[in-house]
């Protein structure tokens, strides 16, 4: 993510402690907190599919009821301050970072045009997959992946078969590619801010990396292959692209997406010690700074871009639309969850907390890996990180070094199994919506679930008995 990476981190850290500081006493709060979060994620999966009309025209009021039934409760069992505090963090400090972050990368990239027609044959889509991938760990999955769907979905539109390229996608550029650098993905950036050495993951990740997006892309390649000799034989699709000489449109805004990183990063070393007090919430001085400059470099790019090039993107307004209002209600619902998680063994979920530790007291790295990614896959993956993090000890220099394979587990499960949900990664939603506003017939929540339980599921478990058994 052009920084997803690093600016969603700047925000989770916060959601993690939140249950603290903010005076929720997750140890003592009942699994019937986590309903509300259950019952989004379940219109989510069975909206479009059950209901599609009424979702279609009124899934913000739908999920407005769903935080609504969050925000109640918590008034009514902790009192307004608590409560009000608690969720206002959320979208002051979590929320609005986070949009401003993907609005921006969203209308930044929809003016970045790869002109021209490149055809989707099995080796030019593994060719894109895997330049996409390597962007991912350097610009951030949301960045790369902003960047190099709208190609994708060009290069393809003339295919019968076209879903599985984007689900393929989704894997390997909005998540797995992310998983070598703090830049690649949130939870590895939470990391670089609690201590851990910028080049770790570089240097302890990439035999899992390698390996994970090895499998996964040759799996791709054998299922394209099969695909595009099934639709030789079938009646041809008039490719709706014209062929062009390829060429990159829109040079002007790669300087805009260069400055979204370097706003990020200065907002991760400038450490004025201001802050100023919102309704009881305390912001500071540089995260204000980062989100500013954020947001004008996006306005910039509207100003700057040439609409003939936003056009031909099919760039509208829908998706980060449908994006910002389903993550409104999944960042409220989830401040009880979170809670609970960051009780540990305290809280409702000690049973599944006590899975990271062997009867002899050592770390189970194995389970930290599935119990981290399990979670990554629902819940915020940056805060699931730091929850296990400090379960393993919290301590950056021990586990870089003794219980370097612990940390390893945890940020591979955190990065790898974001892939597993369509909301188990920031840019994962983005993708598919833009792809189905783009008429790709793409699966719902759980018939994407059933993808990447056939295909991903099957590599996690080679690779952590490979990695972390």
């Known amino acids: 993510m052009a920084g997803a990476a690093i600016a969603v981190a700047l925000l989770f850290p916060a959601q993690a402690f939140a249950a603290e500081e903010h005076g929720l006493p997750g140890a003592s709060m009942s699994l019937w907190w986590a309903l509300p979060f259950a019952g989004l994620l379940l219109s989510i999966a069975t909206g479009p599919l059950l209901f599609h009309h009424v979702w279609e025209h ?56 790869l002109a021209g027609n490149i055809h989707g044959t099995p080796l030019v889509n593994a060719g894109l997959l895997l330049v996409g991938g390597i962007l991912a760990s350097i610009i951030g999955t949301t960045g790369a992946s902003m960047i190099l769907i709208r190609p994708i979905l060009r290069a393809n539109d003339n295919r019968r078969f076209n879903a599985h390229v984007v689900i393929f996608f989704i894997f390997l550029v909005s998540n797995i590619g992310g998983s070598l650098t703090p830049l690649g993905d949130p939870p590895l950036f939470v990391g670089f801010l609690r201590g851990v050495d910028f080049f770790w993951t570089t240097a302890n990740l990439w035999r899992e990396t390698l ?144 899975l990271v530790t062997s009867p002899t007291g050592q770390p189970n790295d194995l389970a930290y890996f599935w119990l981290t990614g399990a979670l990554s896959s629902f819940l915020d993956n940056a805060p699931t990180y730091l929850v296990f993090f400090e379960l393993a000890g919290g301590d950056p220099r021990h586990l870089m070094t003794e219980a370097a394979p612990t940390l390893a587990a945890i940020s591979a499960g955190a990065v790898f199994m974001g892939a597993n949900t369509y909301i188990g990664n920031a840019p994962n939603f983005m993708v598919y919506a833009i792809a189905r506003h783009r008429g790709v017939k793409m699966p719902g929540f759980f018939g994407y679930m059933a993808w990447s339980g056939l295909v991903l599921i099957p590599t996690f478990l080679i690779a952590g008995f490979l990695f972390f058994g």
């Open 58 to 113: 009124h899934y913000g009021k739908i999920t407005a009821l769903w935080a609504a039934l969050v925000v109640v409760p918590l008034v009514a069992a902790f009192g307004v301050p608590a409560a009000a505090e608690a969720v206002l963090h959320t979208l002051l400090t979590e929320y609005m970072s986070f949009i401003i972050l993907l609005f921006a990368l969203f209308t930044i990239s929809g003016g970045i045009l």
């Open 211 to 354: 390996f994970v997006s090895g499998v996964v892309l040759i799996v791709f390649l054998a299922i394209d292959s099969i695909l595009h000799h099934r639709e030789a034989g079938a009646p041809k699709i008039k490719d709706p692209t014209p062929d062009k000489t390829v060429r990159l449109r829109g040079l002007p805004n790669i300087p805009l997406l260069a400055g979204v990183i370097g706003a990020i990063l200065l907002s991760a070393s400038w450490k004025p010690g201001v802050s100023f007090s919102i309704l009881g919430v305390s912001l500071e001085l540089q995260n204000l700074a980062r989100d500013a400059i954020i947001l004008a470099l996006a306005f910039l790019s509207l100003a700057v871009s040439r609409k003939s090039h936003r056009e031909a993107n099919g760039f509208n307004w829908g998706p980060i639309s449908e994006v910002a209002k389903l993550f409104a209600g999944i960042f409220i619902c989830i401040v009880p969850v979170v809670a609970i998680l960051r009780a540990g063994h305290e809280g409702a979920l000690a049973p599944l907390v006590a």
